[in-house]
């Protein structure tokens, strides 16, 4: 997953992100609320990991603008000293979906991490992703419309994995570039257009497929199931 953590001390901060990094996540850290605002207004995170008691925006208040401004539904792990019943409590009803007390250990992290990644995103743990008239096999890295196999370069398939997986979800560029290509310095956005360009002929992601990729200006990608009317309406996107 590509996660956001706001830690305003940074021998924690490194300490959450060797834990996390352990298990293969992408992790992006952040000392002050106001940094991690201005980057999840302009990318895509699968999960925020929260401190309550920073310098400048509480992660209280982080966690109101994240789900007033970004996403209803983005899971959101507080992970603080604060361990008054009332605080655990009033996160929880503020809209964070699991709290953590300091001092971390390792394995509880990652088993609460690992617990919200499966109730948000099921289909990151499947194998075969059913999208009708698409069938996703990962493990064998193919994709079938009915008995046809889609011919897909490896890059364009993980491309179009992750937006299967996400169907209905807004994509930052840089979320897509991390997740299919890695940390490869400047590999140029334009290559992920490119590349979600071939994937959207090859595919036929239009009306009769039931499927479109949308793009967002200065942002990234949405794919989005259409209505079975044929209207072109989509379903189910209005959260991101």
């Not at 996660?3 to 000392?31: M, V």
Request: charged share 30%; proline share 4%; glycine share 8%.
């Amino acid at each position: 997953m590509r996660i956001a953590i706001l830690e305003d001390d940074p021998d924690q901060l490194a300490l959450l992100k060797r834990f996390l990094s352990d298990r293969g996540h992408d992790l992006h850290g952040y000392l002050w609320g106001c940094e991690i605002m201005r980057e999840a207004a302009r990318e895509s995170f699968d999960l925020y990991v929260l401190d309550w008691q920073v310098p400048d925006v509480s992660g209280i208040d982080v966690l109101r603008w994240i789900r007033g401004n970004v996403s209803t539904t983005v899971p959101i792990l507080f992970v603080t000293i604060r361990d008054t019943e009332e605080d655990i409590v009033f996160a929880l009803e503020a809209g964070a979906d699991d709290y953590m007390i300091k001092p971390v250990r390792n394995q509880e992290l990652n088993a609460r991490v690992n617990a919200l990644q499966r109730r948000a995103y099921p289909a990151a743990k499947e194998n075969l992703i059913a999208a009708p008239p698409f069938e996703i096999d990962l493990s064998k890295g193919e994709i079938r419309r009915g008995d046809l196999r889609v011919e897909l370069t490896p890059k364009e398939f993980d491309l179009a994995a992750m937006l299967f997986r996400n169907v209905g979800r807004l994509l930052s560029r840089g979320h897509l570039q991390e997740t299919v290509w890695g940390r490869m310095g400047e590999l140029a956005t334009r290559t992920v257009d490119t590349h979600v360009s071939q994937i959207r002929k090859k595919l036929d992601l239009d009306s009769a497929s039931g499927y479109r990729i949308a793009p967002i200006y200065n942002y990234g990608y949405r794919l989005e199931r259409l209505s079975e009317s044929g209207s072109g309406a989509a379903v189910g996107v209005a959260a991101r």
